[in-house]
């Protein structure tokens, strides 16, 4: 029998859809199937699977063999984030009080939480200290603004200086280090503050 695409949607799947809206708000990505399971209730993942499908053939939603990938067909598929400047990722740099934009980047669900949607920011790398961690000259780095962690790569002010290091923390103090043996560590003198957290790196592939 052919589904009717304009008839109400069954209780059960009026539930999956709400909480698939309100997960995707409160964390930036889509819920698991094990995530939909245990908010229904139902003893398998293949009900969920069974509710999917039908959601699915109606347009309800749409998805593709990655995990988390459940995107609801009237939500943006994509967010804008301003671009920002230059980043230092070499020798750290003045502080510079232009914060004009200088462009957008598009990002896609799933590559972001809650918080980068609040005011997530890129900013264009110059330099070669992050090198061993996979961050080049000419990158965008993609910057959360949330509290850090040891170990984060962070946008950071070190004694009035603007840089992108590793923040590492010894023996109670906090510092920044380079991933590029000809860069030394940043121990600061009077001032440490990290403005975000580097989540994600986008880099134009050139032909």
């Not at 245990?38 to 749409?62: D, N």
């Not at 923040?167 to 906090?174: I, M």
């Amino acid at each position: 029998m052919a589904l009717n695409p304009s008839s109400p949607l069954s209780r059960v799947q009026e539930k999956i859809v709400i909480f698939i809206r309100r997960y995707f708000h409160q964390h930036g990505y889509a819920p698991a199937i094990r995530d939909i399971m245990h908010h229904c209730g139902f003893k398998s993942p293949r009900a969920v699977s069974f509710h999917l499908e039908k959601l699915e053939q109606r347009g309800v939603i749409r998805r593709d063999r990655k995990a988390r990938s459940i995107l609801l067909n009237d939500a943006p598929s994509a967010l804008t984030i301003p671009v920002f400047g230059i980043l230092p990722a070499g020798f750290p740099e003045m502080v510079e009080q232009d914060h004009k934009t200088i462009g957008g980047l598009a990002i896609q669900p799933g590559w972001f939480g809650a918080g980068m949607r609040q005011g997530g920011y890129a900013l264009r790398v110059r330099g070669d200290s992050m090198q061993d961690a996979r961050i080049f000259d000419g990158d965008l780095a993609i910057v959360e603004p949330r509290a850090p962690k040891a170990g984060d790569i962070v946008v950071a002010i070190v004694d009035g200086h603007s840089t992108l290091k590793r923040l590492v923390k010894q023996r109670n103090q906090y510092f920044l280090r380079a991933e590029n043996p000809k860069h030394s560590e940043l121990i600061p003198t009077d001032e440490l503050k990290v403005q975000g957290v580097v989540v994600g790196i986008y880099r134009m592939i050139h032909p």
